[in-house]
C-alpha cells in the first residue's frame, strides 16, 4: 500500500475562520469596550508614536486596558473568551470531510493555523485539537499565571518562517537552528508544492505570495457578511490584480460551497501531480 503523501492547508485564524478579530466578540466588551474601532485605532497610534510592532503595540495595550478595568489576564481567561467565539459556516464539519477526501486522494491532510492574532483565543475554540500546529502571537505568564509579555508576537512579514517550519517538519517557535539549518529538498516533510494557505488580510500577502511562488496554492476568502462593503470588495480586487492569490471565495466551509469545490479540486491536482 503506497503511503499517503503529508500535505499542509495553513489557515489564518482571525477573519479566515471566525468573524471578525477574535477579541472582539466577548473579550473587549468584557473589558467596557463597545466600539472596537476605538481600541484599533488606539492600537495604531501606539505603534505609530513608537515607530514599532503593531502586533506588540496591541499585545501591550490589551493588557493595559484590562489593568485599567480590575480584570487580571490569565492564559484561563483567555481561553474561556475564545470557546464563545462563532466560526464561519460549515467550519465544524470541514476537517473530517476535508481529511476523508485527502486519503480518497492518496494524501494524508494536516491542519496548521500561522496567525497573528492570540493563540490563547484559539486554543478555547472549540476547533483548536484539528490542527496538528497553531503558530500565533502569545502571552508569557508570572508565577502567578498573570500574563506579563509577549512570549511570540507574530506579524506579516514573519509569518512566512512558520510556512518554513511546516515546511521542515518542526513543530516549535523557539528553534532557529533547526529552522535556518540547511535541509534538501527532498528531506522536506511537506513540500510546498502539497501546501494550501487560506487567508483574509494583508498580514496574509506576504504568505500567500510565497506559498505560490513555490508551488503551492494561496485562497483569499471573505466575510460573505460584509461582502457589500466597498472596503471588502477593493481588498479582494487588489489581491488579485496584484496576483498575490490564486483563487477567491467565500468564508463558507459547507459541503457544496465554491470554497469545498475550490480545495477539493487542489488536493486532487496535487494528487495527480504526484502520482
Known amino acids: 500500500m503506497t503511503t499517503p503523501l503529508r500535505t499542509a492547508i495553513v489557515y489564518d485564524f482571525d477573519g479566515t475562520l471566525a468573524p471578525r478579530n477574535l477579541p472582539e466578540h466577548t473579550f473587549l466588551p468584557a473589558l467596557g469596550i463597545a466600539e472596537p474601532e476605538a481600541f484599533w485605532e488606539a492600537v495604531l497610534e501606539e505603534s505609530r508614536a513608537a515607530d514599532g510592532c503593531s502586533i506588540l503595540a496591541y499585545m501591550h495595550r490589551l493588557l493595559a486596558v484590562a489593568r485599567t478595568a480590575g480584570v487580571v489576564v490569565t492564559r484561563e481567561l483567555l481561553q474561556e473568551h475564545g470557546r464563545s467565539v462563532p466560526l464561519f459556516a460549515g467550519v465544524d464539519e470541514w476537517f473530517a470531510e476535508i481529511d476523508a477526501y485527502g486519503r480518497e486522494q492518496g494524501l494524508a491532510i494536516e491542519h496548521y493555523v500561522i496567525s497573528s492574532g492570540i493563540l490563547e483565543f484559539i486554543e478555547g475554540c472549540r ?52 529552522i535556518n ?79 469545498r469545490v475550490i480545495v477539493r479540486g487542489i488536493l486532487g491536482r496535487m494528487s495527480l501531480r504526484a502520482g
Open 181 to 259: 539549518a540547511w535541509q534538501p529538498k527532498r528531506d522536506r516533510p511537506i513540500p510546498f508544492e502539497r501546501m494550501v494557505f487560506l487567508g483574509d488580510g494583508d498580514t496574509d500577502i506576504p504568505s500567500m505570495k510565497m506559498v505560490r511562488q513555490k508551488g503551492g496554492q494561496a485562497i483569499a476568502v471573505f466575510d460573505p457578511e460584509l461582502f457589500e462593503q466597498r472596503k471588502s470588495q477593493g481588498r479582494l480586487e487588489r489581491l488579485i490584480a496584484e496576483d498575490r492569490v490564486d483563487y477567491v471565495a467565500a468564508a463558507d466551509y459547507t459541503s457544496g460551497s465554491l470554497l
Open 127 to 178: 476547533i483548536y485539537p484539528r490542527f496538528r500546529k497553531v503558530f500565533a502571537s502569545a502571552y508569557a505568564y508570572d508565577e502567578s499565571g498573570q500574563a506579563k509579555w509577549p512570549a511570540s508576537a507574530i506579524n506579516y512579514t514573519n509569518k512566512t518562517q512558520f510556512l518554513f517550519r511546516i515546511n521542515k517538519g518542526i513543530d516549535n517557535v523557539w528553534d532557529n537552528s533547526a
